[in-house]
């Protein structure tokens, strides 16, 4: 049985105490669900985390992955996580029911994967590529397409991938060079080459689905002229019957972590007889792929954030049971040895992985309560809530999957040379998380995004919706004695934040595009800890509240919020002055720097 690797108490304050998820089943859409059916359900997740995902989480990453005869061979649980995935109805947790799914609200989806990737992400992350597939076809799909393709995926049958990343283009994807020529009516021969393709082969499944973006022969150049297309790995012939659709793996790469999932380089069509069939309109597939795509970029942060929550149990058990030296400033040997976690030290990095891990978590539940929202409502609000939305999914990838390093480090050094050993869990963990600031999307590119587009966007409005955001929650809290002084500090960083937005912003004017993105990155970490802050005030707030007439047995819990909150206003939040330092200044050093002066 699996050690702990999440807080249920946390995810249950999160859901009905900070967020009101409840609020959603006053909906029309989700008026079948109540609190009994979510704790059901969740309580169902976390058995099968716990049963079918954790138990393979080390020989996942230990036993390779193989090429044999053209097929990629996996660790043989994977099918029966997929089975019982697609049995259970948790591939399709979130489709609506006419699709066959359990129409669950985007919110509590999220907290599925949060356990089954904090359980053993390389096997979460075959039902989730799956789902992600499947809901892009009954988005945009023609009826046919979505009656033969999303039912066996949804039953765990058949896999699902996206691939977008070409060899030449990389994440320029208006450099994509994969062709597609008309056949007849909305079916295309496939030509080109595709890479890093998580999942694009094995045989864990009878079939691979892939959504490939390609260029019909003659379409606009760029970005305007990139279409979507079904791809399966095996296609029907005119009798229904399955046939080989001229796909070849050309290799699979090799990992620092995420192991137990394949990364493919495919080739489509070498034998001139691949097929791929239209999904909606020509010349919209890049339109159709970023709904997976920002789907996928919240799916990657929850994925990298339950990482960051398993390291950080595993070394909290550890901390609490290894006895190491006494308390500082005592030099009596003759008493016994106290377990590290008496140490200051010690203290201070677990306070670190717990601001982090429930931090980032909160704000991930929140932009997905978001998502159910602004499928909820219509007019002015949908707006807001979509605009919301829009301008937190690049913090909310961001924040949580860098700092998922930091954290997961912290987890290694609190067990010493333990850590660094494959004893404990806590290595994997390290190498499983690094991929998360790099897929869907790099940091640098969600940076570009935030400041080059959503800051800007219909003149600012997104930026004021999240400045009164906050704002509220400031407001609440500065009624509040033991919490005004920190509502004062967020409150003050608000003013900074549109400064320094400002600031940048009067650069583009001044000095063009390129001086204005060169720190964007930079912006984008800046925005993060302020959005991690309100988030933290937020749980502050609320752990103050439930405090008077709390249980014994719960009064340990909301202290231990309270505390994680001090903790992340007085050592995290202060970074964003020197961000703000260096965003402030308008030199250019990376924009004119000489690339031969790299050379030493």
């Known amino acids: ?93 979130s ?34 590529l799956t789902a992600g597939a499947a809901r892009l ?58 890479v890093f393709i998580s999942a694009g082969d094995h045989d864990a499944v009878d079939n691979v689905i892939h959504l490939l973006l390609a260029r019909i022969d003659g379409a606009p150049a ?12 095996k296609r029907y012939d005119p009798v229904r019957k399955l046939v080989d659709n001229d796909i070849k793996v050309s290799q699979i790469f090799h990992k620092m972590g995420y192991r137990g999932t394949p990364s493919t380089e495919l080739v489509f069509g070498e034998k001139g007889v691949c097929q791929g069939f239209l999904v909606g309109e020509p010349h919209k597939g890049l339109i159709y792929m970023f709904q997976m795509m920002n789907e996928f970029r919240l799916g990657v942060a929850i994925s990298a954030t339950g990482i960051a929550s398993a390291a950080y149990y595993a070394s909290l058990e550890y901390t609490q049971e290894r006895p190491q030296g006494r308390k500082t400033g005592n030099k009596d040997n003759s008493l016994p040895q ?101 897929h869907e999307g790099t940091t640098g590119i969600q940076g570009m995004d935030l400041l080059g587009r959503k800051v800007i966007m219909k003149e600012g409005k997104a930026l004021t919706l999240f400045i ?53 990155t930079l912006y984008l970490e800046y925005f993060g800890y302020i959005a991690i802050a309100w988030q933290w005030l937020l749980q502050a707030t609320t752990a103050n509240k439930l405090l008077t007439g709390a249980k014994a047995s719960k009064r340990a819990f909301y202290e231990g919020k309270i505390v994680t909150f001090r903790y992340y206003f007085a050592y995290e939040l202060p970074r964003t002055q020197g961000l703000a330092t260096r965003l402030l200044d308008p030199s250019e050093i990376t924009v004119s720097l000489a690339s031969e002066l790299f050379n030493g």
């Not at 859901?15 to 059901?40: A, G, P, W």
């Not at 994440?171 to 080109?192: E, K, R, V």
């Not at 009624?479 to 400064?499: G, H, M, V």
């Open 1 to 93: 049985m699996a050690g702990k690797f999440i807080s249920e108490n946390n995810v249950r304050f999160l859901l009905y105490d900070v967020l009101d998820i409840l609020e959603l089943t006053s909906y029309d859409y989700y008026q079948q669900h109540n609190r009994k059916m979510f704790d059901m359900v969740l309580a169902e997740a976390l058995k099968l985390a716990k049963t079918k995902f954790y138990p393979t989480f080390e020989e996942m990453d230990r036993t390779e992955i193989e090429l044999q005869d053209g097929r990629v061979i996996v660790h043989p649980a994977i099918r029966d996580i997929m089975q019982e995935c697609g049995s259970g109805g948790w591939i399709g947790a």
């Open 95 to 128: 489709f609506p029911e006419n699709e066959g799914g359990e129409q669950l609200p985007v919110v509590i989806n999220n907290v599925i994967k949060y356990y089954f990737s904090a359980a053993n992400y390389s096997a979460s992350a075959y039902p989730d």
């Open 137 to 194: 076809i009954t988005s945009f799909g023609s009826r046919e397409l979505i009656d033969a393709y999303v039912p066996p995926m949804l039953a765990g049958d058949w896999q699902g991938t996206m691939a977008l990343t070409e060899p030449q283009a990389g994440s320029s994807l208006a450099d994509i060079a994969t062709t597609a020529t008309p056949i007849d009516g909305t079916t295309y021969s496939i030509q080109g080459q595709k």
């Open 222 to 233: 760029g970005v305007k002229g990139i279409s979507l297309f079904v791809v399966p790995q």
């Open 338 to 438: 106290v377990p590290i976690i008496e140490h200051a030290d010690i203290k201070r990095m677990l306070l670190f992985q717990r601001a982090v891990t429930e931090g980032s978590l909160s704000l991930l539940l929140q932009c997905s309560k978001y998502a159910d929202l602004e499928q909820l409502v219509t007019g002015e609000q949908k707006e807001q809530y979509s605009l919301l939305l829009d301008l937190l999914t690049p913090v909310a990838k961001t924040y949580p999957s860098e700092m998922s390093i930091h954290s997961t480090s912290q987890a290694v050094q609190c067990l010493g040379g333990y850590g660094y050993c494959d004893d404990f869990p806590v290595e994997q963990h390290y190498r499983d998380t690094r991929i998360h600031p790099i």
């Open 468 to 520: 009164e955001e906050v704002g509220a929650a400031i407001e609440i809290a500065s009624k509040i004695t033991d919490l005004a002084p920190y509502a004062e500090q967020l409150s003050k960083l608000l003013s900074q934040l549109r400064q320094v937005t400002d600031a940048k912003i009067a650069q583009r004017d001044q000095a063009g595009v390129e001086a204005f993105l060169a720190d964007a």
